[in-house]
Structure formats: structure tokens, C-alpha cells
């Protein structure tokens, strides 16, 4: 299990160093420190290895969601909450960084692997739909307005946490980011209680 663990580690270091085309087995075999023989009893092709790591980011994801989610936070600042893990995650976790850059690899058209990009709409979509359900949004905001004003904020943060900025400044511009963006979405009632600053 521990050599599965550090081959998909390695994968992820791999894909988001080189791409997915430009890695090569042996490569991840190195970084893992692993032989080819025990790559290959635990992944017949790289393209599983790219799968385990897609898997991994999922679930990296998924329980990000679950721990603010389950901080009896709103909907809406969960999606707060989650925006500064990502923006700490894209600066940490290999395989976040890994999983957005499978996202954009294309063979012709179509992307090659699952879209993580997609992965956090449907998240982005999910939350705002239940902040409308639970009355924090905004009546006259619509529902394009605020699903496309966040989703277009998320690929920013990825953008921001790719340059050399420091992590304190990082954390700071996603906090004024939301500064700005609850007036719009926010319903007033709900406004002033959210919290744009990270989760302490």
C-alpha cells in the first residue's frame, strides 16, 4: 500500500512537472524510488497511473468539502472556506496542481482525461444552488450571474497560486476577492455575518 501511496505521489509530482505526454514510467519509477517491476505490479500503464492520481485529487476534494462543510458553516461560506484551500492546496498538493494540468492536455478536441476544471463547477453550482435554497443569495442576482462570477473567480486563484507572489499575499487577495464579490451575491441579511477571511 505504501509503495501504491508514493507511485501515485510521484505520478502526480511527474505530471505536473513534465505533463502528462512527457513523463515517463521510468521517471516516476525514480522519484518514487521504486523499481519498474513493482510500477508495473501496481499499475499496468500510465495512463492507470493518471487515473489513481485523478482519483486522488477527487478525493482531496471531496473531503476539503466535507471538513468545512461539516463546520455547520453555510453554504456559502463553505465555498469560501473551500476557494482558501484550494488557493493553499494549488501551492502544496502535487496532485491538485497535477490534476488541472491533465485537465487541460488534449488529444485533438476532446480532453484526455476527466475535467477537473468540471469537477469544481459542479461543486461551485452545488453550494450556490443551496445557498438560493437557504435564502443567502441575492434575489435579483439571477442564477448565471453568480455561477459564472465564481467559477471564473476559482481559475483566477489557480492563475494567482501559479506565480511567485507570497502565500501570505495569496491568502490576502483571495480574502479581498470576496471582499468584493459578496455585495453582489450575498442577500444582505447574510452579507455581514460571512467571513472572508480563511477558516482559523
Known amino acids: 500500500m505504501e509503495t501504491r501511496r508514493r507511485l501515485v505521489v510521484a505520478a502526480a509530482e511527474m505530471f505536473d512537472r513534465k505533463g502528462y505526454a512527457s513523463a515517463t514510467l521510468s521517471d516516476i519509477a525514480r522519484v518514487a524510488q521504486v523499481t519498474k517491476g513493482a510500477l508495473y505490479f501496481h499499475f499496468a500503464s500510465k495512463g492507470d497511473l493518471a487515473e489513481a492520481v485523478q482519483a486522488a485529487g477527487s478525493e482531496l476534494l471531496r473531503d476539503a468539502v466535507r471538513r468545512h462543510r461539516g463546520h455547520d458553516n453555510s453554504p456559502l461560506q ?45 461543486l461551485t453550482s452545488s453550494l450556490l444552488e443551496q445557498a ?3 435564502g443567502e443569495l441575492r434575489v435579483e442576482a439571477g442564477h448565471l450571474g453568480p455561477h459564472t462570477l465564481v467559477a471564473s473567480a476559482v481559475c483566477g486563484i489557480e492563475a494567482l497560486a501559479d506565480t ?15 471582499g468584493l464579490l459578496l455585495p453582489g451575491l450575498a442577500a444582505d441579511a447574510d452579507h455581514g455575518r460571512l467571513r472572508t477571511s480563511p477558516p482559523s
Open 132 to 134: 438560493r435554497r437557504a
Open 78 to 122: 463553505t465555498l469560501i472556506d473551500v476557494t482558501h484551500w484550494l488557493a493553499t492546496a494549488l501551492r502544496q498538493e502535487p496532485t491538485v496542481r497535477a490534476n488541472f494540468r491533465l485537465s487541460r492536455e488534449r488529444d485533438g478536441r476532446r480532453p484526455v482525461f476527466t475535467d477537473f476544471h468540471q469537477r469544481w463547477l459542479s
Open 164 to 178: 511567485d507572489m507570497p502565500e501570505v499575499e495569496l491568502t490576502e487577495r483571495v480574502s479581498a476577492l470576496w
